[in-house]
Structure formats: structure tokens, C-alpha cells
């Protein structure tokens, strides 16, 4: 019963930190948008109450046994990295277009360190 209680704060956690920040970005693109329906502030206040849980309470994953016939597709990975890179990279150049040149290099820098730190963390989990 307590595994199911982690479980459920730690899969809840996780959703509702991926929902603040999916909202928060909107709240940046366009301002107005989500606080008119909801304060974010109270949903941050949910989001820290569930870590905080989430860390006093920690959910253990099975270790899940060897399929030999079970097949990675890293090709996947890598393509979604490189486009979370791109869509990363042209939001920072909206939100910095006042800046003339400077927010294309901004905005390429900021994209390529998106994509090389996501390719490391791939890299590093495929060794694990």
C-alpha cells in the first residue's frame, strides 16, 4: 500500500510539474492567456508541495528484467532532442527579437546547448 502511495505522489508530481510549466510557458508567449482562467501562482504552490513529498517519500522502480528482444529506438531520440532544440531555440528568439542581431546568436547558441546537453544525458543513460 505505501509503494502505491509513493508511486501515485511521484507520477502525480512529475504530471503536474510538466502541466505548470507547459502553462507558464504559454503565460510567456502570451501574456494573459492562462492567468485570465487560473493563477499560477497556486499552482506552483501544488508543484512544491508535491516535490517536497516526492523527496520525503521516494518511489523505487522495479528493476525491470532483461528482454533480449526488446529494441531501443535511438533514432527517435535523437530527432525529437534536435527538434526540442529547434523549438527551444525560436522561442528564445521571440522573446529576445528586440535585440537585433544579438538574438540570433542568442537564440542559435541557446539551441545548440540544448541539443548537446540533451544528446550527453541520452548518451550517459544509454551507458547506465
Do not use: C, H
Not at 482562467?37 to 506552483?44: D, E, I, S, T
Not at 529506438?73 to 523549438?87: A, C, E, M, R, V
Amino acid at each position: 500500500m505505501k509503494e502505491s502511495a509513493r508511486e501515485l505522489i511521484n507520477y502525480t508530481f512529475q504530471a503536474v510539474l510538466v502541466s505548470y510549466l507547459l502553462l507558464l510557458l504559454l503565460e510567456e508567449i502570451k501574456r494573459g492567456f492562462v492567468s485570465k482562467y487560473l493563477n499560477l501562482n497556486y499552482a506552483l504552490v501544488l508543484v512544491v508541495v508535491l516535490g517536497v513529498l516526492t523527496v520525503i517519500l521516494p518511489y523505487q522502480k522495479p528493476k525491470e528484467q532483461f528482454d533480449p528482444f526488446k529494441k531501443e529506438n535511438k533514432t527517435f531520440d535523437y530527432l525529437f532532442t534536435i527538434s526540442l532544440g529547434i523549438i527551444g531555440a525560436l522561442i528564445i528568439f521571440y522573446k529576445t527579437k528586440e535585440l537585433k542581431w544579438l538574438s540570433y546568436v542568442i537564440s542559435i547558441v541557446a539551441g545548440i546547448l540544448i541539443i548537446l546537453l540533451s544528446i550527453l544525458v541520452l548518451e550517459e543513460n544509454e551507458q547506465n
